[in-house]
């Protein structure tokens, strides 16, 4: 089993993005297989994901929507977010023990990567 945790950094006001609802599924037979699911916390971070059997397919989704609305100036202007979520798809090793995975956001872009 691994651990997975995430944090989501906006790069366009450099700081952490907090209260993105992030979802932990892994593919089954029939499609994605929802294991949990948090928000990030003052520092951008979600630790309390559940673990995932190695060998796994897995995906974090994070509903940037919710956050980019929280962020805009005016929230009635009606302009929807360019990325309304981000879904990041990834093999578990079956020796791995943890995996972090970074998201960088900002309005018009995003980039992921594995962290330590």
């Not at 971070?45 to 509903?63: E, I, K």
Request: proline residues 9%; glycine residues 12%.
């Amino acid at each position: 089993m691994a651990g997975i945790s995430t944090h989501v950094l906006d790069t366009s006001l450099g700081r952490p993005a907090e209260g993105i609802p992030v979802e932990l599924a892994v593919h089954a037979e029939g499609g994605w297989q929802v294991l949990g699911a948090s928000a990030t916390d003052a520092d951008g971070r979600v630790t309390d994901l559940p673990d995932v059997a190695g060998g796994s397919v897995a995906r974090l989704l994070f509903d940037t929507a919710k956050y980019h609305a929280a962020q805009a100036a005016d929230p009635g202007s009606g302009q929807p977010p360019f990325f309304p979520e981000v879904s990041i798809v990834f093999t578990v090793a079956p020796a791995q023990r943890h995996y972090h995975v970074p998201l960088l956001l900002n309005p018009f872009g995003y980039s992921v990567y594995r962290g330590s």
